[in-house]
């Protein structure tokens, strides 16, 4: 409901994303945009995780792709074109280099005490995100 079509959102082939034939340039869609709104779908799946949101800070965005509402999304993600991967070579790196970044990570430790002052779980020094760009193309 939280992105205006009955029933489930449409997620990208393979998942971990919104699907970017409905979804446009959503934020958790696989394309990468620094300026791409944050819709209360997005919001919404952070907090079914378990993280405390708040859903004013949602950018305005709503479907425009009318074919997502009538279900047919799966059908459109699975007519499009294969998207290119990675090759294993570069996924190495970008792994190498994520547990590199990691490594070097310095949290001051009033980060850390503000963190568990609010009850909340510092992850900062446990997640990184990589882009790479090859052939071409820009993989998260």
């Known amino acids: 409901r939280e992105y205006g079509c009955v029933g489930a959102p449409p997620m ?22 620094k300026n791409a709104p944050v819709s209360t779908l ?26 997502c509402c009538a279900g047919l999304a799966g059908v459109m993600e699975n007519n499009q074109p294969e998207s290119p991967s990675l090759s294993k070579e570069a996924e190495a790196a970008a792994i190498a280099y ?7 990570r310095q949290i001051p430790p009033s980060v850390l005490a ?3 002052e609010m009850g909340y779980d510092y992850v900062g020094d446990k997640v990184v995100f990589i882009a790479m760009e090859e052939n071409g193309h820009t993989f998260e």
Do not use: F
């Not at 998942?15 to 979804?23: A, K, P, R, T, Y």
């Not at 378990?50 to 004013?56: A, L």
């Open 12 to 33: 990208a082939r393979g998942g971990g994303h919104w699907s970017e034939s409905c979804m446009l340039d959503e934020n958790m869609t696989p394309a990468i945009n």
């Open 42 to 67: 997005t919001i919404a799946s952070l907090q079914d995780v378990g993280y405390e949101v708040d859903y004013s800070a949602a950018d305005e965005w709503t479907v425009t792709n009318e074919a």
């Open 98 to 104: 994520g547990k590199e970044l990691l490594e070097e």
């Open 114 to 116: 503000e963190a568990e």
